[in-house]
């Protein structure tokens, strides 16, 4: 089934990829707690405090308890002061290796070509919702 381009099309690739992503996390995190992991590893040099994390997950992330989620991975040693520690480094790895292992049959073989116009178009769309949202 071919499905046009548009909302209905990015939002099955989302939710099979999320599909794929939850399998990988187990029971070791939630997928919330997963992109505030990231968002802390991304951000690392823009946050200085949980709550610098927190306005950041939930203005990207749009989850409205993301200082739950904060305060959560910091009791869990995961998070300090917003940044990750050690143990949050260590999971961030594993985790982002056991996807890139599990979604390289994906993006394999792919055009670099068509690879980059999807990135731009996908980036456009992201910027033009941010900013409806806003």
Excluded: C, Y
């Excluded at 203005?59 to 995961?78: C, P, S, Y």
């Excluded at 056991?98 to 980059?116: I, N």
């Amino acid at each position: 089934m071919h499905i046009p381009f548009g909302p209905q099309l990015i939002g099955q690739t989302e939710k099979t990829l999320n599909a794929i992503l939850t399998t990988i996390l187990g029971d070791r995190l939630t997928e919330p707690q997963w992109v505030t992991l990231r968002l802390a590893s991304l951000l690392e040099q823009e946050v200085s405090t949980g709550d610098d994390l927190a306005r950041a997950v939930a203005d990207r992330a749009r989850f409205g308890n993301a200082g739950e989620l904060v305060q959560g991975l910091t009791a869990a040693g995961l998070l300090r002061n917003g940044r990750l520690t050690a143990d949050g480094r260590r999971l961030v790895a594993e985790i982002q290796a056991q996807t890139a292992e599990r979604v390289a049959p994906v993006w394999a073989d792919l055009p670099a070509d068509d690879v980059t116009a999807a990135a731009r178009v996908l980036n456009e769309v992201l910027r033009r919702a941010r900013a409806v949202l806003a």
